[in-house]
């Protein structure tokens, strides 16, 4: 069954929390498929993966760059696993459907946003009724992560 964890976010922005936990699951040797919500936010985080440490890289690619299956960490805005990843993390408000593709999915929340807080409470709930295992995950005062539930 699906692990599902929620971490929500109140050090960080999505940019600066996204490479480190793509990384960190890239280095533990998973495939990683990052939903986003459209081709812009794509585009975007594509350029920043490039771009947010000169000392760091995390081979991806999207659909812009093709060859699927060959890529580590995998951008989308689909429900789709073409690289068979082990791990979705879903960013920026991005919903899926295929969480049972997958034996961990990671859903970032922004604490500043009451809408964004109030949905991952309603996914909660029904991840819960449909028999996840959901883990909850805060920031700490230093950026780290606390299981909180």
């Known amino acids: 069954m699906t692990e599902i964890r929620f971490y929500h976010?109140?050090?960080?922005?999505?940019?600066?929390?996204?490479p480190l936990l793509l990384g960190k699951a890239y280095d533990g040797?998973?495939?990683?498929?990052?939903?986003?919500?459209?081709?812009?936010?794509?585009k975007r985080m594509n350029e920043?993966?490039?771009t947010f440490d000169p000392n760091s890289f995390l081979p991806h690619g999207?659909?812009?760059d093709g060859?699927?299956?060959?890529?580590?960490?995998?951008?989308?805005d689909m429900d789709e696993n073409p690289n068979e990843a082990q791990v979705?993390?879903?960013?920026?408000g991005a919903s899926a459907q295929n969480h049972k593709d997958f034996d961990l999915c990671?859903?970032?929340?922004?604490?500043?946003?009451?809408?964004?807080?109030?949905?991952?409470?309603?996914?909660w709930k029904s991840y819960k009724e449909q028999g996840f295992e959901v883990t909850y995950w805060q920031q700490n005062d230093r950026g780290g992560w606390q299981q909180k539930a």
């Open 29 to 42: 040797g998973r495939r990683v498929v990052l939903k986003l919500q459209n081709a812009q936010e794509i």
């Open 9 to 18: 976010l109140t050090r960080q922005t999505q940019e600066q929390a996204l």
């Open 106 to 123: 990671c859903e970032l929340l922004d604490g500043q946003d009451e809408h964004a807080v109030k949905g991952a409470r309603q996914r």
């Open 62 to 64: 999207s659909k812009a």
């Open 88 to 92: 979705l993390i879903l960013g920026h």
């Open 48 to 50: 920043h993966l490039w």
């Open 67 to 76: 060859n699927a299956d060959m890529q580590p960490i995998w951008l989308t």
